[in-house]
């Protein structure tokens, strides 16, 4: 339990094991199901936690309440990360009251049968429930990152509740090196897809005073982090890149590729163009999508591989597309040892994606570079340095 307030306590729990969060997101520093408590009058809990950490929830839940029993829980969220400690919850406060909009009602009975024994209180936007001196007025957030997704707002703390908006990946007993990527990471990762959602909440709340936000993954945010997550998620939102520069994002089987690469990164540096390498076969899958929206330039290099992209770049690409990869200039490098026809493919997996720029000419390796492919690559880097 930490004290996020007077009167206002986290009660969230830790999963250090976690080795892939949702099934695909590598987490070495494990991932935290926050849950908060706020003690007035009456009692609120914001949010249960995934379902093998309901005892101890519930433990430290205890401990913030002693004898007192919770009135509501307020569910803003029902994928099973937050909703899975619902039924432990009830079972030991039948009483309280379970807090959702109608869509929250609707996944909790797909998820714990119609019918399941909770006294509910459906709320609409805008709507308040008053606990005492705390007042909590939902906002509803439908695709950041499900649509039954609702924001809470207590006016009384100016905190913002924000369900898995501004969370990010690892537990919180670890320290992580820059929260900053993880939360770049989780963003692209989780909500990139929803980025139109995402602008459309934020110019909800943007009216509100704020001094912290507590999100249902990563730190509770208050001061100069406060500050720089807003930053970065109206960025985001937006698809607008975070940094000048180029990022270079390479698969390669024997090195040629590679090679080739790296020979292009060397002259982007000549021109004193910002440049970042990621190796899409061996770096994670996450950062380098997250990467890929901090620049506003991307060149893909990759194998022609039995007539198709390589898997590693085609996986990258997929992920783009499906996060609306927008606004940026797209270059591709392809290698291919009797036929290297995989630009145009790259270039087909990104069609559909909104104000993209394509650099025509794909620098086209046989093999190994020579000097024909050397010159192409030269070429490309003065492109990639204009404006
Ligand atoms: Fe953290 Fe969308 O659940």
Redesign the pocket.
Known sequence: MIKITEDIFYIGVDDEKLDLF?GQFAVPDGMA?NSYVIVDDKIAVIDSVEANFGEEWLNKTAEVLGDRKPDYLIVQ?M????SGSIEQFLKKYPDAQVVGNQKTFVMLGEYFGEGFPANRLTVKEGETLTLGKHSLRFILAPMV??PE?MFTYDSASRTLFS??AF?AFGALSKRIANVADEARRYYFG??GKYGAQVKGVLLKTGSLDIDRICP??GPHLEGKMLANAVHYYKKWAAYTPETDGVLIACSSIYGHTAQAARYLEEKLREKGVNVMSVDLIRDDWAECIAQAFRFPKLVVAATTYNGEIFPAARNFLTGLAERNYSWRTVAFMENGSWAPVCAKQMRAKLEGCKNLIFIEEAVKIRAAMNAESAAMIEKLAEELAKN
């Open positions: 949702e199901y969220h994928e099973p990360d937050h990152h499900w997704v369900a898995d969370g989780i909500v249902l993954h």
